[in-house]
């Protein structure tokens, strides 16, 4: 397993996010309607809105799944949180980053992977991502990754109204 990278600018992008005043705050329904619309639409298992900390990945809301946070060096979306464009791994077990992840060789045995980043909009520097996961490979056509994006661009601004 390669462990998620740190960014050369964690240090603020640390700060942006605390800045939000998001972390271990309760659930709300603007966040938890934008996942449910994610397996719903993108006939996904499971969708996270996932706020990425200093050492874990935080879920501000959670659809399919009923931990609230995982570890940020096995996560998918600290991966998912430097890549410009929408972050997909097909098939987990195919790539070597991510076949000998604790998500992936035990429960909940995630097989394929699609996030895209979410930013604070003052600095422009990601905080999070919003996600969806599948216990079965597969891939994403572009009206379904356009659905993602539009998603995710919902949440990256339900975040910064806080």
């Not at 700060?15 to 603007?30: F, Q, V």
């Not at 940020?72 to 790539?95: M, N, P, Q, W, Y």
Request: overall charge neutral.
């Amino acid at each position: 397993m390669k462990n998620a990278p740190i960014p050369k600018y964690e240090k603020e992008r640390m700060e942006a996010l605390h800045s939000l005043n998001i972390l271990d705050t309760k659930p709300e329904e603007r966040f938890d309607v934008l996942t449910k619309m994610a397996t719903k639409m993108l006939s996904m298992p499971i969708s996270v809105v996932s706020i990425v900390d200093s050492d874990r990945e935080w879920y501000k809301s959670c659809e399919g799944l009923t931990v609230k946070e995982g570890g940020r060096k096995e996560s998918f979306c600290g991966h998912a949180l430097l890549s410009e464009d929408v972050f997909i791994v097909e098939d987990t077990l195919l790539d070597s980053r991510f076949k000998d992840n604790p998500t992936v060789i035990g429960a909940p045995f995630i097989r394929f992977y699609a996030g895209v980043r979410m930013r604070d909009l003052k600095t422009h520097l990601p905080i999070g991502v919003f996600c969806v996961k599948d216990y079965k490979p597969r891939n994403l056509n572009t009206e379904q990754v356009d659905i993602l994006f539009m998603l995710a661009q919902r949440a990256e601004i339900e975040l910064n109204k806080r």
